[in-house]
């Protein structure tokens, strides 16, 4: 079955830790994503990675960061920088830019 | 700078109706436009993608259109049913990678 695996589903940290995220694609897609959702907002881009060894910021990348060393994978570290972290994280896949964005299931990180 | 305004927020209709969702946005340089699912507390699914070059898109019961001129997307649901109960959220591609997207609006079909 292709599709975006995102784990774990439920993340608990307490502040001033760092956590990863983990999202995996076996779609053989170049570009991959991630958002973060809070209530009543619209999806925000975090990072995306175009291809390997390439990411580029989105509008809210202060306090995150991202590798992409395989094509399959695109790790979101959440780190102690990040003011308000506690949040749904989503992470998208899709062919390149102007192809149809495929989504994971997502991860609820909550920070205490 | 693109904003994405999806009005009402809410909605809320007797099963077997049909339905128009709404999307607006600021500039119309988009490279292309896509309505979402979302369940509560999981991921998107895609529903449609229009091209910028493109008037309308059909699925089954669905048919979104798109008016670059006047900054307006609709997605038109026929023969509304519970199952359609969920958030639909609207996405404009403003190219070079980055996606806006709106806030939703969350519907509820009664049985």
């Known amino acids: 079955d292709g599709g975006i695996t995102q784990s774990p589903k439920y993340l608990f940290r307490k502040e001033g830790q760092n956590v990863t995220l983990s999202c995996e694609q076996n779609l053989n897609h170049d570009a991959m994503y991630w958002y973060r959702q809070d209530p009543g907002q619209g999806l925000r881009l975090i990072y995306y990675s175009q291809i390997v060894n390439d990411f580029q910021k989105g509008d809210i990348a202060e306090g995150y960061s991202v590798s992409r060393e395989k094509k399959e994978s695109f790790p979101l570290t959440v780190t102690s920088a990040q003011k308000n972290p506690t949040a749904f994280y989503l992470c998208?896949?899709?062919f390149g830019r102007g192809y149809e964005q495929y989504f994971g299931p997502g991860t609820r990180l909550t920070v205490t | 700078k693109q904003e994405v305004t999806q009005i009402p927020a809410a909605l809320s209709v007797p099963e077997g109706e049909n339905l128009v969702l709404n999307c607006s946005f600021t500039d119309s340089a988009i490279y292309n436009l896509q309505w979402f699912r979302q369940d509560p507390g999981k991921g998107l699914t895609s529903l449609l993608l229009?091209?910028?070059?493109?008037r309308e898109q059909t699925s089954g019961r669905l048919n979104a259109s798109l008016d670059k001129s006047s900054g307006r997307s609709t997605l038109y649901i026929a023969a509304s049913q519970p199952g359609d109960s969920a958030t639909y959220l609207c996405a404009v591609d403003t190219g070079g990678f980055k996606t806006i997207f709106g806030a939703g609006t969350r519907l509820f079909v009664k049985a």
């Open positions: 229009i091209q910028s070059s493109q």
């Open positions: 998208a896949s899709s």
